[in-house]
């Protein structure tokens, strides 16, 4: 088993297909604050909530210089059309193959209906302008948490 990703470790390296950015990587993320946020299924309710709601606070976070970008292991098709619906301002990642959602050990066992499967943690990664690991949340609940992302970001930054 991969070590768990912990605060002060860098982004693992990474390219991938992405929406807006053709081909996203870490180098995509170098010089400015990001916030990647991990998400299980486009064009599902909570997590069309969560894009909606990073996408409305957009400017906010652009306003501190932070980057924003969606991660998730649909399609890049699934992502184009999941982000023309929302309008979205920022960056789906493509991560068919899990390789960075498992880097960033957010691809666990979950539960449906007594179902056992593997899937996507939601889990939002806050990186400094050198790709360091700052701020990371786990087991995220949707409610409010774009604005506990966006206060921690006013404060480190």
């Not at 997590?47 to 996408?55: D, G, H, L, Q």
């Not at 301002?89 to 056992?116: H, R, V």
């Amino acid at each position: 088993m991969k070590n768990e990703i912990s605060l002060h470790d860098k982004i693992p390296s990474f390219s991938l297909e992405a929406t807006i950015l053709n081909t996203c990587s870490e180098t995509n993320l170098l010089g400015h604050w990001t916030i990647l946020f991990i998400y299980p299924k486009d064009n599902t309710s909570g997590c069309t909530r969560e894009a909606r709601e990073f996408n409305e606070r957009y400017s906010d976070f652009k306003s501190l210089g932070v980057e924003i970008f969606g991660l998730s292991k649909d399609t890049l098709a699934s992502h184009i059309s999941f982000s023309k619906k929302l309008d979205l301002q920022f960056s789906l990642i493509s991560d068919p193959q899990t390789q960075l959602i498992q880097d960033l050990n957010a691809w666990k066992e979950k539960s449906m209906y007594g179902k056992k499967y593997m899937g996507a943690e939601r889990s939002t990664f806050l990186f400094d302008k050198n790709l360091v690991t700052k701020h990371i949340w786990r087991k995220v609940k949707v409610d409010d948490h774009v604005n506990q992302v966006f206060d921690k970001c006013k404060e480190m930054i």
